[in-house]
């Protein structure tokens, strides 16, 4: 079967996981495994526009992950700079437009400059948007919405009746994008590690054995064939 280029997934989510046992197997220190990882994630963003897939969020850290050893979310950053500096003019070239989803004013001041460059150098990109959840968890996501949604019925520009379900979406990292039609979880792990848990309400999800670096675009397209191949019924008959 080959890949149907006019029933691709809009928007395709990866929970890009494994890069610390990648490491171990290899006998290295899991900052290799997660070196190496930003490899695919080059890889991978490549693929995705070559194949025509509109938006990619990739989540390269959780809330969560700030609880790790100081050393390893230091190497994380310092390897999120460079990956955002070495890439801009390659996202640009590719019409690539970067977007971040999560908490971006916790991250060092010096990455977050780095990021505006990049946000502002390819924002009129328009062939994929590349989301980076970057300090981003869904449970986070959605108390801001909430709060923002509260702020403004405390200041009476909306009222309790005008919570819908849209606006909720509206109020999401997310807002005026499709939600993921296809999530791809890495390393074998059945979770979804509070990724994008309101806009997954019908994602289909796919678990990869791979550990995160050795993941492929030729791995890639052949989860977007399994999916071409699945039934989305979203509740119906
Ligand atoms: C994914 O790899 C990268 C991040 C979560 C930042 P891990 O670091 O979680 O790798 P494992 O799960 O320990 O193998
Ligand atoms: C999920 O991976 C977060 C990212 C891929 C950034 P984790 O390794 O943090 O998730 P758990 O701890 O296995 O649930
Ligand atoms: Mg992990």
Not at 73 to 93: D, F, G, N, P, T
Not at 96 to 112: A, C, E, M, S
Not at 189 to 206: D, G, K, M, P, T
Request: glycine residues 4%.
């Amino acid at each position: 079967m080959n890949l149907d280029s006019e029933r691709l997934p809009g928007h395709v989510g990866i929970i890009m996981d494994g890069n610390g046992r990648w490491a171990k197997k290899k006998i290295m220190n899991r900052i290799k495994g997660h070196e190496y990882g930003s490899d695919t994630v080059r890889s991978i963003v490549t693929a995705a526009r070559e194949l025509g897939i509109k938006v990619l969020t990739l989540y390269a850290f959780s809330t969560e992950n700030w609880e790790r050893p100081k050393h390893e979310v230091k190497a994380l950053m310092m390897l999120l700079k460079k990956y955002i500096i070495s890439q801009r003019l390659e996202l640009s070239k590719n019409s690539i437009r970067l977007n971040i989803i999560g908490q971006k004013h916790r991250l060092p001041l010096d990455v977050q400059k780095e990021i505006d460059t990049t946000i502002s150098l390819t924002k009129e990109c328009d062939k994929m948007i590349l989301n980076l959840a970057l300090s981003y968890g869904a449970r986070e996501e959605i108390t801001f919405a909430v709060q923002n949604i509260a702020r403004k019925i405390e200041l009476n520009e909306l009222s309790s009746k005008d919570i819908t379900q849209d606006l909720i979406s509206d109020n999401l990292y997310t807002s005026s994008m499709p939600d993921p039609d296809l999530i791809i979880r890495t390393s074998g792990e059945y979770r979804l590690s509070n990724f994008l848990l309101w806009q997954a309400a019908y994602s289909e999800i796919y678990i990869s054995n791979t550990l995160w670096p050795d993941f492929s675009k030729e791995e890639f397209i052949e989860i977007l064939k399994n999916f071409q191949k699945r039934d989305r019924r979203f509740g119906k008959v």
